[in-house]
């Protein structure tokens, strides 16, 4: 009884606290906490579940596997689902279920659902995915309107905006209602509330042209006006509109299907004005497997966390467990990988990773002589010791060199967003500031950015060492023989920050040999983004972009990228590993730490574990991607 009170308590409270605007009932701002993503999967049709705090950043639940029961998805697979508030409290759902019925679902808390009406479409004719909006102009009490696109009798082979009317208690239907026709085919529309009180309809034509088109009405069986188009993604086809309002803007987010061809989809979202007449900002909708078409639903912080703590009860039952990675515990990312010489051991040396903002002092190293037992090797390097940078210890590199008959470890580093340079007789240290100052920063070079995630390079032709750099820009220099110094006049860039686009260049830069080629590796989009991913280049020089005689180009194909499948996400900043005396490579990298990371939004850019795949290559050289494994 305690629980069915605080329930009604809830959903009293969601009532009150939904704003007055025409249709469907939603939370005000103050009320809002995250979002749900109620959408069709790409691999299976089903029903999934995803959930934001703040409308970019989704993590699925039950790790994007249905939400209905095996016996009750089949009612709903196939169909994009649309989910809003019912005017009377609880959630309703409406489903497409063939090409002539419609399923209407309650919900009191998102997770159980009741088939409470069906509505059967006479005829011959087909429809398309159905939505649902209140109107309060639809008799004395008001009454929702289920709208969907049909085949137009009086139109051969032309789907039209059809609506049929549903009591407020979800008792019965009317016969199909021409809404709209517009003359043209379409594919899929969604009514919301528009400027001045009126309403708009976002509509996907049939005819596969670029974008969507804009109507609008006065009420939400029109009359409609003639429509006009707008382009969020330029030439390119989208499909599937789908509308919500973020907390504190005035218009709305649109999200699409944009067959972009990659191998999760694609599905974006662009920010648009109240009336729909400009949309811009499109970015990838993050951390969902399969994302298609569905909708969008603000929800309380308690509803927020009844469905995660739902979806993580049942977790379980749904996450393949991890075999082989992470290859050792805790939160670390930026992995440096070094084989020495001196011990015959494997040496990786990342980012202590877990602080909020990244704000770690220290650093640490890991051994192992087989690749699989890692021993912890402590702190070899601590911020907190240096006179000149206390905070953000990130991304490090280290190289071997032989001194005579002595061996002698260079570990660059990065403290206050500039690089340092410490050494140490041993390659697990400890480490001592060779400079007692930055060895490169940003004001002293003129660098666009900061100066960050430096990596070191031995090229075998000549026996020159030298140092790459960069954040949104990527320069070099060639290290003096004591590798603590920039031989003079060396210093250049590779990409300018007017070209990172064309490179797909962010930061994580790392550059090795073989066969004679320079592979230079970088990663793409932040180190939060479940889609940080890694590129690269092929060269005939460590020094300069150039193949055959012209300039190299980044190659098309992304080597290594998150596997939604498998709930990996944000896979990059790597390094690379040869076996001596072997044509077998690895790569190593981070990824947001398996499952927590997707979870957290954008904090999971700092909770990252550290993990290691092998790597092989085409005859031409190329590089087979990568598929992250667990």
């Known amino acids: 009884m305690k629980h069915f009170l605080i329930f009604l308590l809830i959903a009293a409270g969601q009532l009150m606290s939904a704003q007055s605007l025409p249709g469907n009932p939603e939370l005000s701002d103050d009320d809002t906490y995250g979002y749900l993503y109620c959408h069709k999967s790409a691999h299976g049709g089903w029903t999934a579940y995803a959930m934001s705090q703040d409308g970019i ?125 517009w003359g043209f085919d379409i594919e899929d529309a969604v009514i919301c509330s528009g400027p001045k009180g009126g309403y708009c309809a976002l509509i996907k034509g049939r005819d596969g042209g670029p974008g969507l088109l804009v109507s609008r009405a006065e009420a939400p069986d029109g009359p409609w006006s003639d429509p006009a188009g707008v382009a969020p993604e330029g030439n390119r086809a989208v499909g599937g509109p789908a509308v919500f309002r973020l907390v504190g803007t005035q218009g709305w987010q649109v999200g699409y299907v944009f067959p972009d061809g990659g191998p999760v989809g694609g599905y974006r979202i662009c920010t648009a004005d109240d009336s729909f007449t400009e949309m811009r900002r499109p970015q990838y909708l993050e951390g969902v497997y399969g994302p298609e078409e569905g909708s969008f639903l603000r929800i309380s912080e308690a509803e927020y966390n009844r469905l995660q703590a739902w979806s993580d009860e049942a977790e379980a039952e749904h996450l393949a467990p991890s075999v082989h990675n992470p290859v ?206 890694i590129r690269y280049l092929i060269s005939d020089s460590p020094t300069e972009f150039v193949r055959n005689g012209k300039p190299a180009k980044v190659e098309e194909q992304i080597i290594l990228q998150q596997d939604p499948s498998l709930q990996i996400f944000g896979t990059g900043h790597n390094s690379v590993l040869n076996i001596p005396g072997t044509d077998d490579w690895y790569m190593v990298y981070h990824r947001f730490t398996r499952p927590e990371g997707i979870k957290m939004g954008l904090s999971g850019g700092y909770n990252r574990e550290v993990c290691i795949d092998r790597m092989y290559f085409n005859p031409d050289g190329t590089i087979i991607p990568v598929k992250p494994t667990l």
């Open 57 to 181: 950043h989704f993590h699925d639940l039950l790790c994007g596997d249905s939400i209905f029961p095996d016996e009750a998805g089949g009612v709903v697979n196939g169909s994009a689902p649309y989910v809003c508030r019912a005017k009377d409290g609880g959630f309703l759902m409406v489903a497409r279920c063939g090409f002539s019925r419609i399923d209407i679902f309650r919900s009191d808390d998102l997770v159980g659902w009741n088939r409470v009406i069906t509505l059967i479409v006479p005829g011959n004719s087909r429809i398309g995915d159905a939505k649902i909006i209140w109107d309060d102009k639809y008799g004395p009490d008001g009454g929702y309107l289920v709208y969907f696109p049909m085949t137009n009798s009086s139109r051969v082979g032309h789907m039209s905006l059809y609506g049929m009317r549903v009591e407020v208690n979800l008792s019965g239907g009317s016969r199909p209602e021409l809404l709209a026709d």
């Open 328 to 533: 050792f515990p805790g939160l670390h990312a930026d992995p440096e990988v070094l084989y020495s010489e001196q011990t015959g051991r494997y040496y990786i040396y990342p980012t202590t990773d877990g602080a909020f903002g990244w704000h770690n002092h220290d650093f640490k190293c890991f051994s192992s002589a087989d690749l699989v037992h890692w021993k912890d090797e402590g702190v070899i390097l601590d911020l907190q010791d240096l006179e000149w940078g206390k905070e953000y210890a990130w991304a490090p590199c280290i190289i071997e060199k032989k001194v005579g008959k002595e061996y002698r470890y260079y570990y660059y580093f990065v403290a206050n967003k500039s690089v340092g340079v410490a050494v140490a007789d041993r390659p697990e240290g400890p480490y001592r500031d060779a400079l007692g100052r930055p060895l490169l920063s940003q004001d002293e070079i003129g660098a666009p950015n900061q100066v960050i995630d430096p990596d070191v390079f031995r090229d075998p032709a000549t026996g020159k060492y030298y140092l790459y750099w960069g954040n949104s820009y990527l320069w070099m220099a060639e290290l003096a023989d004591d590798m603590i110094s920039l031989v003079p006049g060396t210093m250049h860039e590779l990409i300018p920050r007017s070209r990172i686009g064309e490179y797909h260049y962010l930061e994580g830069t790392y550059v090795f040999e073989r066969n004679g080629l320079y592979y230079f590796m970088w990663s793409e989009n932040i180190t939060r983004s479940a889609r940080y991913c």
